[in-house]
């Protein structure tokens, strides 16, 4: 589609040698020679860009400029000007005009101010779209869990996420903590701002300052030049400080000043510098219990502990166990290029009873590693790692709930049974005969199974 450009201008050689130039130029031009006629044109036409002169002999140029943004918002204004009136054309940029151009217009120079113009409202709606784009990636629809410890983690989450406040995630390695602080981050009050990382525990210790604070020039043997620190990086944004039980003492008191302060100084410089950050903080340790050891200082852990969060290992939520591993079979299947549908009930009874110390982490690694090694449509016991095999051995001597292995297959599954029928009713609308043939089986199975399950309605 071409961008379009509507000319105001009151004199009609200057409204047919810019409509000829830019139509060379593959634009879609439309002109107007009062500032009421073209604010009329520009609700019809909806310009990308308008070329606005000064003076106008119904109204000014700096009236024009807000009834024109109102009749098209995000059109971009670029003024004309003679050299009397350069005053009120800097002025006009005041009120949003995008640039201005003193009479007479060089064609080159015009031309050049349209095409950087485009080139930002293009980058413009790059960020946005990703902006979008990150803001459904870290959605809370995006974590997995409908048990009541993750139900009540996501109302925690809610909460969290509506005020301001520093926020301290808690939870075993691999639980999901990165994710929760994004998710928050991004359904709050700075998602349009800048979310910064800084893992505590892989930073070198004597490094730590300027990780945060950033350091001047010449501040010590390796600084060749200025750095920023993280913390000014997540100015008016979030910045997370994941692992931050790894801090050392030192590090842990320059934290707690820049937290308290709210400003910062670099390494080696003496300006004082003025930080808007929001706070959200991990760890995979005990802090209360570190505060008691001595370990982790007593007053920064009030001060990160101001919302807490605790995210629940995957060994006491196994309801959305098999939830994660749907969830990880469509996000690789596509990626790895395998038909994998689902998992064989052996496949799902281990990975129901497996312990799962690396958590989520952990069961979405062995079902990208599962996708790569299998070869049918669902993937068997034998293409999951030999730990997970193993506790075969144990569930048959009985699982630590008291359930053999053929119990736990027989119940997981029938859960895998009435999931893949309900998903084929969902999609074929509930159309019975076809949601069978996209299941493999017959009508009357179908309807037997449906029965057996208690399937009377697609849910």
Known sequence: MKPKILIIDDEKSIRDIFTL??????????????????????????PDAVLLDMNLPDMSGIEVIPRVKEAGPGVEIVIITAFGTIRNAVEATKLGAYAYLEKPVDNEELLLTLARLFEVKALAREVETLRSELTERYDFSNIIGTGARMNSVFQTMARVARVDGTVLITGESGTGKELVAKAIHYEGPRKNNPFVVVNCGAVPRELIESEFFGHAKGAFTDAKEEKTGKFEMAHTGTIFLDEVG????EAQVKLLRALG???IVKVGGTKTIPVDVRVIAATNKDLEQ????????EDLYWRLAVLSLHLPPL???REDILLLCDHFIRKYRGELLKNILGLAPEALALMTVYP????VRELESVIYEAIVLSDAAEIEAAALPPRLRRRQEEATDG????????????????QAERRMIERALEATGGNRTRAATLLGISRKTLFNKMRELGIDRIS
């Open 315 to 317: 060994r006491e939520r």
């Open 21 to 46: 130039l830019l139509e060379e130029k593959g634009y879609a031009v439309e002109a107007a020679e009062t500032g009421k006629a073209g604010v009329a044109r520009a609700r019809a036409f909806r």
């Open 399 to 414: 699982t630590p709930s008291g359930r053999t292995l053929s119990e736990v297959v027989a119940d997981v599954s029938g």
């Open 246 to 249: 790894e801090l050392s003492a």
């Open 356 to 359: 799962w110390p690396g958590n």
């Open 290 to 297: 570190a505060v008691r050891e001595g370990a982790f200082r």
């Open 261 to 263: 302060e709210r400003e």
